[in-house]
């Protein structure tokens, strides 16, 4: 199976930062890498599917990039409501993983 | 509105079973994969299984096979996942989400909790 480490568990940053998270696969995922949202109660929603590609109307703070197995996913400039927890996704072959997720609070 | 909505979550003594249904609304139920995923209280998300738009093609993570089923009825709108021979481990809120190629895992439903406990 592939594995997936995201990092770091957990990040605290102020309103207006730069916040970047990165996942590493443990073998060659091509661009099979999706990334979500998760707020508290709620169902995960998608924000960056294929490495890069924003969702339709997912505000373009959010970004994607990297190939093969490193993966970085950027809140330009970090606003109150993105506090959530974020998880990479690999689904380029069975079965499908999930990073640990990266918990985003604000300082 | 594209949506999915899960129900048939409950509390089931371990080794009961329960039956989950994710009914479809707003697209083309028939043309999209379909997946279950599951996440534990207070942890991550894990893959459970996924059903192609035909049924042709079923997968389950090697923690469930065996022991749960997927299947669909496109006419209804609706994938199932038949849990049988629930352990306390498959305590979780179970999702299902839609497989679009040209967009990824789209769309999501609200979740349903299956809680498993004697």
């Known amino acids: 199976d592939i594995q997936m480490t995201q990092s770091p568990s957990s990040l605290s940053a102020s309103v207006g930062d730069r916040v970047t998270i990165t996942c590493q696969a443990s073998q060659d995922i091509t661009n099979y890498l999706n990334w979500y949202q998760q707020k508290p109660g709620k169902a995960p929603k998608l924000l960056i599917y294929d490495v890069s590609n924003l969702k339709t109307g997912v505000p373009s703070r959010f970004s994607g990039s990297g190939s093969g197995t490193d993966f970085t996913f950027t809140i330009s400039s970090l606003q109150p409501e993105d506090v959530a927890t974020y998880f990479c996704q690999h689904y380029g072959n069975l079965p499908y993983t999930f990073g640990q997720g990266t918990k985003l609070e604000i300082k | 509105e594209v949506q999915l909505v899960e129900s048939g979550g409950g509390l089931v003594k371990p080794g009961g079973s329960l039956r989950l249904s994710c009914v479809a609304s707003?697209?083309?139920?028939?043309?999209?994969?379909m997946n279950w995923v599951r996440q534990a209280p207070g942890k991550g998300l894990e893959w459970v299984s996924c059903?192609?738009?035909?049924?042709?093609?079923?997968y389950y993570a090697d923690s469930v096979r065996g022991r749960l089923t997927v299947s669909r009825d496109n006419g209804k709108k609706t994938v199932y996942l038949q849990m049988n021979s629930l352990r306390v481990e498959d305590t979780a809120v179970y999702y299902c989400?839609?497989?679009?190629?040209?967009?990824?895992?789209?769309?999501w439903g609200q979740g349903t909790t299956v809680s498993v406990s004697s």
């Open positions: 989400a839609r497989d679009d190629p040209s967009s990824g895992w789209d769309v």
């Open positions: 059903i192609s738009s035909s049924s042709s093609y079923i």
């Open positions: 707003g697209f083309s139920f028939s043309a999209y994969n």
